[in-house]
């Protein structure tokens, strides 16, 4: 064995006892303090510039109507209104149906939560991923 091959092969020793000494299941997250002053400053811009209160972000809505109808859509969303006062609820047109969306959930597993309430008044309900507005 020359000098080099050896040299080499303390160097592979070395690198490999280095990789197998490391923990498993835990990450050290070293960042710059700026990082979370920049976040709040997005969130800022972010902000409806007419009320100066809601962000809009990636989430889900529950789908409570679908159909042809625009007399029916609203129809629906009043007495969505009228049951669930808390919650929010949009139409939307994609031709040829609206559709009426309800709530601004952050995760699936609220709007699966409250699918379930919804369950007892709507026969036909989806989850769906879209944009919503947090207040």
Same mark, same amino acid.
């Given at each position: ?51 100066? /209160?809601? =962000? &809009? ?9 679908? *159909?042809?109808? +625009?007399?029916?859509?609203? !129809? #629906? ?11 929010? /609820?949009? =139409? &939307? ?9 309800? *709530?601004?959930? +952050?995760?699936?597993?609220? !709007? #699966? ?13 989806? =989850? ?8």
């Amino acid at each position: 064995m020359n000098w080099k091959s050896f040299i080499g092969f303390i160097f592979l020793i070395i690198c490999i006892h280095s990789v197998s000494a490391q923990e498993r299941g835990k990450v050290l997250v070293i960042k710059d303090p700026q990082i979370d002053s920049l976040i709040a400053k997005r969130l800022e811009l972010s902000k409806d510039s007419r009320s100066g /209160s809601s =962000i &809009s972000v990636s989430g889900f809505r529950v789908q409570i109507f679908s *159909g042809l109808e +625009r007399q029916q859509a609203y !129809a #629906e969303q009043s007495k969505f209104k009228i049951r669930f006062p808390a919650h929010s /609820s949009y =139409i &939307s047109y994609v031709q040829p149906n609206y559709r009426v969306r309800v *709530g601004d959930f +952050r995760t699936r597993l609220e !709007a #699966e939560k409250f699918m379930n309430e919804l369950k007892r008044y709507y026969s036909s309900l989806f =989850i769906f991923s879209e944009m919503i507005i947090l207040r």
